[in-house]
T-cell receptor, first 112, second 114 residues
Framework: KQEVTQIPAALSVPEGENLVLNCSFTDSAIYNLQWFRQDPGKGLTSLLL?????REQTSGRLNASLDKSSGRSTLYIAASQPGDSATYLCILTTGTASKLTFGTGTRLQVTL | NAGVTQTPKFRILKIGQSMTLQCTQD?????MYWYRQDPGMGLKLIYY???????DKGEVPNGYNVSRSTTEDFPLRLELAAPSQTSVYFCASSPATGLNTEAFFGQGTRLTVV
C-alpha cells in the first residue's frame, strides 16, 4: 500500500526565506506527482505536476523535484511571502483508478 | 474553463434529512472521485468512478450513494444525514490514468448536520 508522508507537518518562517517541503512515498510505481495548496476553508489549487519520467518542474518562485528511486519529492519556495501561507499537499497518481494518494500535508505560515 | 463544479457550496441539514451533492466536470474525464475532509484531517475517499455506469467504494462509503449516468456528472447522495457526516466534501476528476494525468478538484461543499 502506497504511503505518503510529508515533513515537516508544520513550518513557520519569516518573510523572504527560501524553504523546502518534503514528500516521501513508499511505492515508486507512480504515474505522476502533483503539489497542491489548500487555503483554510477553501479548495485545492494545483501548483505543479511532475510526470514520473521528469525530474523537476518550475513555476515562478516554485520548483518541484522528483526522485522516484529514493521515493522523494521536494517543493522549493523561493523568497517566501505571507500569501504563501497555506497547507501544501503532495498527491500521487498510481496505476489503479482509486489511487489518488494524498500526502499528510505541511502547514506553512510565513510571518512578516 | 469551468473545470470541476460543485454545488452547493454550503448546506446545513437536520439529522435524518437527505440531500444530493452535485459534481460536474466539463473536461471529458473518465475518472471522478468524492472525498471528505474532516477538520484538521486529510482527505478520505468515499466513492470513485472510472467511467459512466461504473462506480466503486472507497475507504469510507457508509451512509453515501453515488451514480454515474453520464461522463460529466457524479452526484453524491446522503440518504439519512448524521452528525458524523459533517465535513467538507470535495469532488475531483482526472483523465484515464497516464503520465500526464492531472487531478482537478472542485471548490468543496461544506456540510453541517445538526
Amino acid at each position: 500500500k502506497q504511503e505518503v508522508t510529508q515533513i515537516p507537518a508544520a513550518l513557520s518562517v519569516p518573510e523572504g526565506e527560501n524553504l523546502v517541503l518534503n514528500c516521501s512515498f513508499t511505492d515508486s510505481a507512480i504515474y505522476n506527482l502533483q503539489w497542491f495548496r489548500q487555503d483554510p476553508g477553501k479548495g485545492l489549487t494545483s501548483l505543479l505536476l511532475i510526470q514520473s519520467s521528469q525530474r523537476e518542474q518550475t513555476s515562478g518562485r516554485l520548483n518541484a523535484s522528483l526522485d522516484k528511486s529514493s521515493g522523494r519529492s521536494t517543493l522549493y519556495i523561493a523568497a517566501s511571502q505571507p500569501g504563501d501561507s497555506a497547507t501544501y499537499l503532495c498527491i500521487l497518481t498510481t496505476g489503479t483508478a482509486s489511487k489518488l494518494t494524498f500526502g499528510t500535508g505541511t502547514r506553512l505560515q510565513v510571518t512578516l | 474553463n469551468a473545470g470541476v463544479t460543485q454545488t452547493p457550496k454550503f448546506r446545513i441539514l437536520k439529522i435524518g434529512q437527505s440531500m444530493t451533492l452535485q459534481c460536474t466536470q466539463d473536461m471529458n474525464h473518465n475518472y471522478m472521485y468524492w472525498y471528505r475532509q474532516d477538520p484538521g484531517m486529510g482527505l478520505k475517499l468515499i466513492y470513485y468512478s472510472v467511467g459512466a455506469g461504473i462506480t466503486d467504494k472507497g475507504e469510507v462509503p457508509n451512509g453515501y450513494n453515488v451514480s454515474r449516468s453520464t461522463t460529466e456528472d457524479f452526484p453524491l447522495r446522503l440518504e439519512l444525514a448524521a452528525p458524523s457526516q459533517t465535513s467538507v466534501y470535495f469532488c475531483a476528476s482526472s483523465p484515464a490514468t497516464g503520465l500526464n494525468t492531472e487531478a482537478f478538484f472542485g471548490q468543496g461543499t461544506r456540510l453541517t448536520v445538526v
